[in-house]
């Protein structure tokens, strides 16, 4: 089994790996979120952009904040005359208006049309509202129809009238007055020095709130894993890391609603939370999946289950990737950008993919068909084809198979799911066969004596099957009498069978001897005059007991009657008492 810090690189391995085929699709099929339909080529096109509401404010923002206040009041609606007097003046104190006393989300109003909403007449849109002390105003965008630009959205006369007096509101209760001068008029990226120190100093306040309330909720747990003794608190602890960066993330958010921030500065400092509460959420449920798959996967190995188990691991695998994609498209489009490019080349390359790696396809397939059907497991001893060994894993391309040459056979579980697999290490009994040839001028008594005998020694013998047992005389060739001998020994260890199976045969052999005849050789005899031929006595001997047998009605042909059959079983003594594995005391078969 592969050691902790290995299943952490071969998780970072796969996850990188991931990225690595994805970033190249996502750089060349994802584009920035689209302002509606292509236009004419002979349509006049805006420079500003101010195509949706959500560009024309954000656009409002970014000239404010770099000081092009002229700029600024291009994005506002009002006549030519009035905008070259008091646009300027107009545009900072809806800039200051929107920093600080906005709420409302600037970046979800992308349909150059506009957003059907209730109340709000067509060709407007309402995109948030701006309240200070007792003031409160709309701010509401308008269409209108440039002759240079075509149609664009302006923030509308209403919103304008308001703005002075929501200054003024604003300005009495602005903050900044009772602070060091140095943090007020110092500023970094369109934010003063003090609202930045203020984010700094915030995240390990946030930090520390998150772990007070993470600590909250490990109250009830513990109190609830002593009710349930089955729930181990170091799995839900896991859960720890994910759990306090959500917190965390969510107490900074929401103590930066008391600094106010600049409008466009916000935009983007929320973006970026969401990005993280995605990451946060993402991981949260990453850790739940793995501490749920792997109680199912433990289960099914304690119950014996182990194809079971390595296809919920299998399971896994897949489910982690399709997370972490989620994940990934969940992130990008919380940016703004259009997933539905995306989402149709990642169909097109996967419809590539999948006819270039049809071969992976296939194995990996096959490895959950051979995983399903639990057909083999790992340490069973199998015979693929010509090539038996045993099964050492099954991973997800292919099967590991240690040969009896010791040498590692790999198979594609493509191949292992079409051909024939002999599983060996599954029965419940193995097949003991021989072909016994007496000389062919053996007589037909003697014959009749090694038959009963043999199927004495195995009615008798208490390794074998007794109802599998059959011993016949299968040919009279011109070189030697051909016995058939068939029978299950009650073993499945394979060492055992071989002993067993060397007992039976030499105490066949002695069979045999005892009847007076002998194993036909594959050579011709020439027998000269000094040749006795068969043992006399001994063949008088087996001749005069089958007699014996034919007078009292029980010779044993064309079997053995079941009473004598019942008699006989285990009444040789396995193994025999010459064995240094005979144990005394423990004699097999009945005592006469």
């Not at 992308?110 to 007792?134: A, N, R, Y």
């Not at 045969?505 to 045999?512: F, N, P, Q, S």
């Not at 036909?520 to 005069?544: C, V």
Request: with cysteine.
């Amino acid at each position: 089994m592969a050691s902790v810090p290995n299943l952490r690189l071969l998780k970072i391995f796969y996850l990188a790996a991931c990225v690595v085929c994805l970033v190249p699709l996502l750089l060349g099929q994802i584009t920035p979120l689209s302002t509606g339909p292509s236009k004419p080529a002979n349509a006049p096109t805006d420079p500003l952009n101010r195509t949706t509401p959500s560009s024309s404010v954000l656009g409002f923002l970014e000239a404010a904040q770099s000081g092009n206040y002229s700029i600024a009041a291009q994005f506002l609606q009002m006549s030519a005359s009035r905008r070259q007097m008091e646009g300027e003046q107009v545009a900072t104190q809806l800039k200051t208006v929107m920093d600080r006393a906005f709420a409302g989300h600037v970046g979800g109003f992308t349909v150059p049309e506009g957003i059907p909403q209730e109340g709000v007449p067509l060709g407007h849109q309402k995109i948030g509202t701006m309240s200070s002390g007792d003031v409160e105003v709309d701010l509401e965008m308008v269409r209108a129809n440039d002759p240079s630009a075509g149609r664009i959205w302006l923030v509308s006369p209403e919103t304008l009238a308001k703005v002075p007096e929501l200054y003024d509101q604003v300005e009495a209760r602005q903050v900044e007055h009772r602070l060091p001068a140095f943090l007020v008029k110092h500023e970094v990226g369109g934010m003063p020095l003090w609202q930045w120190l203020a984010l700094i100093l915030g995240a390990p306040l946030a930090a520390g709130v998150g772990w007070l309330l993470l600590m909250g909720l490990e109250i009830p747990l513990r109190w609830g894993s002593k009710l349930r003794s089955q729930i181990d608190p170091g799995s839900w602890r896991s859960a720890y890391g994910p759990v306090w960066f959500l917190l965390g993330t969510l107490m900074h958010a929401y103590l930066t609603r008391y600094i106010g921030m600049p409008l466009l500065q916000r935009h983007y400092y929320f973006q970026i939370v969401s990005v993280l509460l995605i990451i946060s959420g993402t991981w949260i449920f990453w850790r739940f999946l793995q501490w749920s798959l792997r109680r199912v996967r433990n289960r099914a190995l304690a119950r014996g289950h182990a194809g079971t188990g390595s296809l919920v691991l299998l399971g896994e695998r897949i489910i982690k990737a399709a997370v972490f994609l989620f994940g990934v498209f969940a992130v990008l489009a919380s940016l703004g950008f259009n997933l539905t490019t995306a989402l149709a080349g990642l169909g097109i390359g996967g419809l590539a993919i999948g006819f270039g790696a049809q071969k992976t396809i296939e194995n990996l397939f096959g490895g959950v068909s051979v995983l399903g059907d639990e057909v083999i497991r790992v340490g069973d001893v199998c015979r693929f084809g010509d090539r038996t060994g045993t099964v050492e894993d099954i991973g997800l391309r292919s099967t590991r198979v240690r040969t009896d040459e010791r040498t590692l056979l790999a198979i594609p579980n493509g191949t292992v799911a079409t051909i024939n697999v002999e599983n060996l290490s599954r029965r419940d009994k193995m097949l003991f066969t021989a072909k016994l040839g007496l000389r062919s001028e053996t007589k037909a008594d003697h014959v009749r004596y090694v038959l009963a005998e043999i199927r004495r020694l195995l009615y008798s013998h208490p390794k074998v099957e007794s109802k599998s047992v059959r011993v016949r005389l299968t040919d009279i060739g011109g070189s030697s009498l051909t016995l058939d001998i068939f029978s299950y020994i009650l073993t499945r260890d394979f060492n055992e069978f071989a002993a067993v199976r060397e007992d039976l045969l030499l105490r066949m052999l002695d069979v045999v001897e005892d009847s007076g005849s002998g194993l036909a050789l594959p050579a011709q005899t020439l027998y000269l005059g000094r040749d006795a031929g068969l043992a006399k006595e001994k063949a008088d001997t087996a001749i005069k007991k089958v007699a014996e047998l034919r007078e009292g009605n029980r010779l044993p042909f064309p079997d053995f009657h079941e009473d004598e059959i019942s008699s006989f079983k285990g009444s040789i003594e396995y193994p025999p008492k010459e064995s240094p594995t005979h144990k005394p005391g423990s004699e097999s078969g009945n005592s006469h």
